[in-house]
């Protein structure tokens, strides 16, 4: 069993910034990717950030140069730093991490989600 548990989100006005945090708990053998996904009212979920096991990241056009994702193995915490938010930033975050367990092999693992709120 995998949790993943989010933190950070909320109300923020446009051209500031916030900081997600999600930390994997449970029986992980090893983690492949962490990842922040986001979806809006009425839209497809949609990957914003990736970090892969190796060091690689990745990041969706929109949010570059703006977002900033980051990981700390040894605390199973994986984080999205936001930068100069925009009203088209407010969605639903959630993380996602591939990894593999005492008991299964790699598979995709899904926060709650957290609310991200930009707004004047």
């Known amino acids: 069993q995998v949790h993943l548990v989010e933190s950070g989100g909320g109300l923020v006005q446009p051209g500031g910034s916030l900081r997600l945090s999600c930390a994997a708990s449970?029986?992980?053998?090893?983690?492949?990717?962490m990842g922040w996904y986001r979806q809006a009212p009425g839209d497809e979920r949609e990957l914003v950030a990736i970090?892969?096991?190796?060091?690689?990241?990745d990041y969706a056009d929109s949010v570059k140069d703006r977002f900033t994702i980051s990981r700390d193995n040894a605390k199973k915490t994986v984080y999205l730093q936001m930068n100069s938010l925009k009203p088209e930033d407010t969605a639903v975050y959630y993380c996602?991490?591939?990894?593999?367990?005492?008991?299964?092999?790699?598979?995709?693992?899904w926060g709650q989600g957290t609310q991200v709120t930009v707004s004047s």
């Open positions: 996602n991490i591939v990894a593999s367990t005492t008991s299964t092999g790699g598979r995709d693992y």
């Open positions: 970090a892969i096991s190796g060091g690689s990241t």
């Open positions: 449970g029986s992980i053998l090893s983690i492949y990717a």
